[in-house]
């Protein structure tokens, strides 16, 4: 084996060693400490932007963690599917790209973000920890891994959300999350453990070979979906998302919305790669439009309220998520039936992973954006913000960027998957995209509103003396802005090689499950 | 495959255990769902997820196996240890969850001099 057969291995080892040296390394000075925060986190992007471009051409990767094959074979012939696997296919890579490139730019940011606190040896861990742990949860081929992966990353992440502990807020949206999300970890562990009784394999290609349509899978695909529904922040237990989102350090809060991606991407493999005989029918599809139109919707005018701009921005991400469920809801309509994947359900799932990627950047923009001024001003209310434009131009001008891309103006990126998530789903009902484009002119209207209560207006005395934040806080918000760009700039590169891989490769589940299978 | 060499139970004595599973689950969500004191919130959490250890440990008990340990040969029915390992990973980060949860619960006393759920509302909106 060559040592790039082992990068699969590498996308979690880095960032997990990087975990445990942090306390050495930590007491060792700033300089050492900064640097090598930001190695280890580009080294997790390298690893991770070659396991991209490997899948570029539909192949998928598969790395079986101590051994060549994933079945253990008996001296007396038997042989069992028992050895944790990673498999990586277009789908996976794709959200490994967002959250790899999410987590650089967040730990660039937090270097200036965080400097002024103490307690670094427990936030940098954390942060290895939560970039393993999402990382895994897009990598992994094994349903209990999968479980493992999402303790990981959660686990680190209440921490993160209450680490300025001395703030009972932090601590009361890191509690809500904590329930929500542990209630939500053991009901899957549960519909796992029920899955294995009655299959005798946690490999998630090897189940896919074998599940039938019965009552006690459909039991355990409810418990999934609904579980990951829950970590990804869909609309009737979305409550925990804008208090973790708003409490977070900034540049944590980048991470988490890949985090609770990651949660989405097990949804998705759930849905098209394992439970495809019980997702064709159409009543799981229609169940993941109608939470995904309820989120967009109640999510934005949730927001559009808002005076807190963390807060403000938390709630847009549920009508965000509520976008991606529409998509793949639509696309899961046409799963199975060739006409209807031509006519509307590719473009719906091309048109949902593009957001997917696009969400994850102009999100974290946002944020990151949220954090300079905070850190800046001091405060989170916008009534007390005004007229920072003329001592922050490039964050402003940042804003501008990620709030005209989550808006979905043309011509940028957010306008072009918005654009096909309409044309496909007007196919399936014509008020789904009704729907969808009152949710994007609510977007627009408030955040017209943040940029003109930030931003623009009177210059303030007592903002006279804020200067633009500093420059790694800026590098870290530049890379997103370039990013989004680049999706502006390129859309028929990125969805020729990424989205077109990454729909077919959940649309084609025996290849997925060929992938492992054929290695025996 | 094991299971099909195995004969599973379908006297109630053979499921008893699966229904006080399923007992233990309802109790957990109840208290999660309608207790106010965060402590047996926590209680609530920690017995959901025994009660889904208890449910994998009986998934790896099969009438008549033994462990694969012995390698009784190919006529004799053998039960993997996944299970186990699979319990022993979920007590690991159950230990973790709880331990966590209890030191959130301590500073939340300290700041807001409450334990009741209901007090603690200062994120709303």
């Known amino acids: 084996m060559n040592w790039h057969d082992h990068l699969p291995a590498f996308l979690v080892m880095i960032p997990l060693l990087g975990a445990f040296l942090t306390p050495f390394v930590a007491s060792w000075g700033k300089l050492v400490r900064n640097v090598f925060f930001v190695l280890f986190m580009a080294l997790t992007l390298v690893v991770g932007i070659s396991l991209c471009t490997a899948t570029f051409d539909g192949r998928v990767l598969v790395y079986v963690m101590g051994g060549e094959s994933f079945s253990l074979t008996l001296p007396s012939g038997m042989s069992y599917p028992i050895r944790i696997l990673f498999e990586i296919d277009g789908f996976g890579s794709l959200l490994i790209l967002c959250i790899s490139i999410a987590a650089f730019a967040g730990a660039l940011f937090s270097i200036n973000y965080m400097d002024r606190f103490s307690g670094w040896k427990r936030f940098m861990s954390l942060y290895f920890l939560m970039t393993a742990g999402a990382l895994g949860m897009s990598a992994t081929g094994d349903l209990f891994n999968f479980f493992v992966f999402v303790e990981i990353s959660s686990i680190a992440s209440f921490g993160l959300i209450a680490f300025w502990r001395d703030k009972p807020e932090s601590l009361e949206a890191s509690f809500k999350y904590m329930l929500i999300s542990q209630v939500a970890a053991m009901l899957l562990l549960l519909a796992i453990g029920s899955l ?145 994947i031509a006519a509307y359900g590719l473009t719906a799932m091309k048109g949902g992973l593009f957001h997917v990627m696009n969400y994850s950047f102009y999100k974290g923009l946002l944020f990151l954006c949220a954090g300079a001024l905070y850190y800046a001003t001091g405060t989170r209310d916008l009534d007390k913000m005004g007229g920072l434009a003329r001592n922050m131009p490039w964050t402003a001008g940042m804003f501008v960027i990620a709030a005209a891309a989550i808006s979905g103006l043309p011509p940028f990126n ?46 303030k005395e007592k903002f006279v003396a804020v200067r633009e934040v500093p420059y790694g806080m800026l590098a870290g918000m530049a890379i997103l802005t370039v990013m989004t760009l680049l999706l502006t700039l390129f859309p028929g590169w990125f969805m020729g090689n990424l989205f077109e891989n990454a729909a077919r490769a959940l649309l084609d589940h025996q290849g997925y499950i060929r992938a492992v299978m054929g290695g025996i | 495959m094991t299971d099909s060499i195995v004969k599973t139970t379908s006297d109630f004595a053979g499921n008893a255990a699966y229904v006080v599973v399923a007992l233990l689950v309802i109790m957990a969500l109840y208290s999660i769902l309608t207790q106010k004191n965060l402590i047996k919130i926590c209680i609530g959490i ?64 300290k700041h807001y001099g409450t334990m009741n759920v209901d007090e603690i509302r200062r994120l709303r909106g």
Not at chain 1, 440 to 445: H, I, Q, Y
Not at chain 1, 447 to 455: D, G, H
């Open chain 1, 196 to 340: 294995y009784g009655k299959y005798n394999a946690l490999n998630m290609g090897a189940l896919a070979s074998m599940l039938r349509a019965g009552t006690l899978e459909r039991i355990s695909l409810a418990l999934i979906v609904s579980v990951l529904a829950f970590k990804c922040g869909a609309f009737p237990m979305h409550t925990w998302m804008p208090d973790a989102y708003a409490e977070t350090p900034s540049g944590v809060t980048c991470l988490l919305v890949t985090v609770s991606q990651a949660s989405f991407y097990g949804l998705i493999r759930v849905c098209y790669s394992i439970f495809p005989a019980l997702t064709q029918g159409g009543t799981v599809g229609w169940i993941l439009i109608v939470l995904g139109c309820m989120s967009m919707f109640f999510g934005v005018l949730m927001a559009v309220v808002q005076h807190e701009i963390k807060r403000l921005m938390g709630y847009h991400s549920i009508s965000q998520v509520g976008y991606m469920l529409l998509a793949l809801g639509v696309g899961l309509l046409a799963l199975g039936n060739r006409n209807d």
């Open chain 1, 414 to 459: 957010g306008f072009v998957s918005k654009w096909m998530i309409y044309e496909s789903s007007f196919v399936v009902h014509p008020l789904l995209p009704a729907l969808a484009m009152i949710t994007s002119v609510l977007t627009l209207a408030s955040f017209v509103k943040v940029f003109q209560a930030a931003f623009l207006g009177p210059a």
């Open chain 2, 46 to 109: 920690a017995v959901l997820g025994s009660s889904v250890n208890f449910f994998l440990v009986l998934l790896g008990y099969r009438q008549g196996g033994i462990p694969i340990y012995y390698l009784g040969g190919a006529e004799k029915a053998m039960v993997l240890p996944t299970p186990q390992c699979l319990t022993l990973t979920a007590i690991v980060i159950a230990l973790a969850t709880t331990a966590l949860m209890l030191s959130l619960v301590i500073l939340i006393h």
